[in-house]
């Protein structure tokens, strides 16, 4: 069975950084994509960043040069390191995976806020 685990969230001030990571167990082959989604209160989940087996990435416009996505592939592990952080980036921030069979698993979510 396929589990994703979120960690690194927490409360950090205006300015501050964060690294939430995301490990992934249950399957035999490294993802084909890893990705980081956040939702925001009475908000839409949202794609933050997300990087391919070929270390291929994309960045939300709204966190270009803020964040960056990376990935340990004999780890399992998807990484985003967060700085410059502002009140808006406030959310629980969410790990999904997709193999190369298609299949997608989500993680149980990890709160990330952000005070001024």
């Known amino acids: 069975q396929v589990h994703l685990v979120e960690s690194g969230g927490g409360l950090v001030q205006a300015g501050g950084s964060l690294r939430l990571s995301c490990v992934v167990s249950?399957?035999?082959?490294?993802?084909?994509?890893m990705n980081w989604y956040r939702q925001a209160p009475l908000k839409e989940r949202e794609l933050v960043a997300s990087i391919t087996d070929e270390d291929e990435v994309k960045y939300a416009d709204y966190v270009k040069g803020r964040f960056t996505i990376s990935r340990d592939n004999a780890e399992r592990t998807v990484y985003l390191q967060m700085n410059s952080q502002n009140p808006e980036d406030t959310a629980v921030y969410y790990c999904k995976v997709v193999t190369f069979t298609g299949w997608s698993y989500w993680g149980q979510g990890t709160q990330v806020t952000i005070s001024l």
């Open positions: 249950g399957i035999s082959l490294s993802p084909k994509s």
